[in-house]
């Protein structure tokens, strides 16, 4: 494992590969991080974990089963990483993971397809600078434990009825929060701007939830939509698209 020294972390930033918000909220984040100078430490949160105990196939589109297996599948190489080359290890491959899966036009192939046919972490792995042997996790439950752990963590600084991602600043007893859910990236001064007016009311002792369900579709070539368009918009009750709670 890597030995380098790691500054205290002022944001624990906890993350889902295949969620597209917790990804836009990421980009977000590291444009405030830059400017503020925050160090991040990136943790897991596994939608599949979260949702172990729900029938997938009545309360989700058909999709969703096989999409967020592929993300607890990602964050067994993200925990694998993260052994051997310590939290910086988890930054690169999020970082190179997210830019494959959502900054590239869309495929017709799904991303667990891609993952099946060993298309997706060599060139992630490359990209983040860690070597292509730690693709050899996407199929080990062993780490299921320690991911489960970070996800029961998450969700203790929440409650449950929430998603990915979730950020806690200034831990071990500073504010956490689902979100923000943003599907637009600000430009760099908007960006602390929003961070500042998001901190300021979670920080009140007394907030506990402002929310709308209708989202659009985030501005991801990935999914689609190019950064000068609006995506689609879609109600996402429940937090998310849930077909019944």
């Known amino acids: 494992m890597s030995t380098t020294h790691q500054p205290a972390a002022d944001l624990h930033f906890w993350f889902d590969p295949v969620c597209p918000f917790a990804w836009m909220t990421s980009k977000w984040v590291r444009m405030v991080a830059a400017q503020r100078q925050y160090a991040v430490e990136w943790r897991f949160i596994s939608l599949r ?30 925990a694998r990483a993260r052994e051997l080359h310590g939290p910086d290890g988890v930054n690169r491959f999020y970082a190179a993971c997210g830019t494959f899966v959502f900054e590239r036009p869309p495929t017709q192939t799904p991303l667990p397809e891609l993952l099946d046919a060993g298309e997706v972490l060599p060139t992630v792995l490359v990209d983040a600078g860690l070597p292509v042997e730690l693709a050899d996790a996407l199929d080990d439950s062993s780490y299921d434990a320690l991911i489960q752990t970070e996800t029961d963590e998450a969700l203790s600084r929440t409650g449950k009825d929430v998603g990915t991602p979730i950020l806690h600043f200034q831990p071990p007893h500073g504010v956490a929060f689902f979100g923000p859910v943003i599907s637009r990236l600000p430009s760099e001064p908007d960006a602390v701007a929003l961070w500042d007016h998001v901190v300021g009311l979670a920080s009140f ?3 506990a939830e402002l929310k709308r369900s209708l989202r659009e579709l985030p501005q991801l070539p990935g999914l689609g939509v190019a950064p000068d368009e609006v995506g689609t918009q879609e109600d996402w009750h429940g937090g998310s698209r849930r077909q019944k709670k």
Do not use: C, K, M, W
């Open 49 to 78: 974990l979260i949702n172990q105990d729900v029938d997938y196939d009545s309360h989700f589109p058909p999709e969703y089963e096989a999409g967020h297996t592929a993300g607890l599948r990602l964050l067994r190489v993200a």
């Open 205 to 207: 002792a007394g907030f």
